[in-house]
């Protein structure tokens, strides 16, 4: 399964949101930590306002900051705000349905989307959040093990 360029920035967004969501950041921020349009981004953020994840303020120091619930909201809300995965129908136009071999390829892709969207229905931001930290924290010591160098502080997402 491919996400859009507009989803994968929603999710970056409401998890960067969600790691400080007292912490207003804005559009530039965000567009420049991951290599991002800011036009595009602020389609998505407006996007995500709407939905009632993020709450905008305007003016100098304005920016968005998290305003949904960590522990109740899933990957799949978020990517469902951008597209319309979770009703496809499980027919694949990658492969040649009218082969034996065509309609099985098309089967197995269609199960293993079904996995994927049973995954994303599953996984919470706050699960996320706190795999995101298990990685930096894994990263950190791998870096102090090869280096020796003290452990720093790093800041969240």
Known sequence: MKLQKSTSLALYSVLEFAANPGRQASTAEIAEKYGASTHHLAKVLRELGRAGLVESARGVGGGYRFSGNTKRLTLMDVIELFENISTRTGKSEEFDGSSDV??????????????????????????????IERQRRAATDAQTAADGSPRSKRPNV
């Open 102 to 131: 065509g309609r099985a390829l098309g089967a197995v892709t269609a199960e293993v989307d079904e996995i994927a969207r049973a995954t994303f229905r599953s996984i919470t931001l706050d699960t996320m959040l706190k795999l």
